[in-house]
C-alpha cells in the first residue's frame, strides 16, 4: 500500500537554527514529492515538489527538500528557521494507482520555532 | 497565481440542515477535491472529481454529496448535517493533463459549526 509518514508530531527549534521537518514515502514506482504548509486558520500552501531530476529541490520561504531514494525520504530543511515558519506542514505523495491526481497527505508536523 | 476561493470562512447551522459548501478556482483545472481536517486526523479526502459532471468517492464520502456542473466550481453537500460533521473543509484543485505534476492549491478553508 502506498503511504507517507511524518514521524514526528512536534519539532521545536530555536530562531536561527536549521531546522529539518522529516517525511517518509512507500509507493510502487517513481514518487512525486510534495511539502505544504498551513498557518492557523488558513487553508495548505505550496511550498515545492520533486518529481525528477536533482536530489535538492529548493521552494518557497528558504525551504528547500532533498529526496532520497534509497532511504526513501524527503526531508524538509532550512539552514536559519524564523519565528514566523512556526506553523503546521504536510508531506505529501501522488497516489500512483490513481490517474485522477490523488495526493497521499501525512499526518503533519507541528513546527515551533521560539526566539 | 492559481486562485481558490471558498464561500464562507465560518458557517453555523443547525442539526438536520441541508449544508451546501461551495469552491471555485480560475485556472481551468481538471481536478477538484473536497478533504476535511480534525485535530490529530489529518487531511481526510471526501469526494474528488477530474472533470465536469464527474466524481470518485475518497476515504470518507458518508454523509456527503457533491456536485460539480461547471468546470471551475465543486460543490459539497452535507444532506442532514450533523454534530460530528463539525470540522475544517479544505477544497482543492489540480491540472489533469499530460506533463503536469498533480500539485494541489488549497482554498482558505471553510471552519462549519454544526449545533
Known amino acids: 500500500a502506498q503511504s507517507v509518514a511524518q514521524p514526528e508530531d512536534q519539532v521545536n527549534v530555536a530562531e536561527g537554527n536549521p531546522l529539518t521537518v522529516k517525511c517518509t514515502y512507500s509507493v510502487s514506482g517513481n514518487p512525486y514529492l510534495f511539502w505544504y504548509v498551513q498557518y492557523p486558520n488558513r487553508g495548505l500552501q505550496f511550498l515545492l515538489k520533486?518529481?525528477?531530476?536533482?536530489?535538492l529541490v529548493k521552494g518557497s520561504y528558504g525551504f528547500e527538500a532533498e529526496f532520497n531514494k534509497s532511504q526513501t525520504s524527503f526531508h524538509l530543511k532550512k539552514p536559519s528557521a524564523l519565528v514566523s515558519d512556526s506553523a503546521l506542514y504536510f508531506c505529501a505523495v501522488r497516489d500512483l494507482y490513481n490517474q485522477g491526481g490523488k495526493l497521499i497527505f501525512g499526518q503533519g508536523t507541528e513546527l515551533s520555532v521560539k526566539p | 497565481d492559481v486562485k481558490v476561493t471558498q464561500s464562507s470562512r465560518y458557517l453555523v447551522k443547525r442539526t438536520g440542515e441541508k449544508v451546501f459548501l461551495e469552491c471555485v478556482q480560475d485556472?481551468?483545472?481538471?481536478?477538484m477535491f473536497w478533504y476535511r481536517q480534525d485535530p490529530g486526523l489529518g487531511l481526510r479526502l471526501i469526494y474528488f472529481?477530474?472533470?465536469?459532471?464527474?466524481?470518485e468517492k475518497g476515504d470518507i464520502p458518508e454523509g456527503y454529496s457533491v456536485s460539480r456542473e461547471k468546470k471551475e466550481r465543486f460543490s459539497l453537500i452535507l444532506e442532514s448535517a450533523s454534530t460530528n460533521q463539525t470540522s475544517m473543509y479544505l477544497c482543492?484543485?489540480?491540472?489533469?493533463?499530460?506533463?503536469?505534476?498533480?500539485?494541489?492549491?488549497f482554498g482558505p478553508g471553510t471552519r462549519l459549526t454544526v449545533t
Open positions: 472529481s477530474y472533470d465536469v459532471k464527474m466524481k
Open positions: 520533486y518529481i525528477t531530476g536533482d536530489n
Open positions: 482543492a484543485s489540480s491540472l489533469f493533463r499530460t506533463g503536469s505534476s498533480y500539485e494541489q492549491y
Open positions: 485556472m481551468d483545472h481538471e481536478n
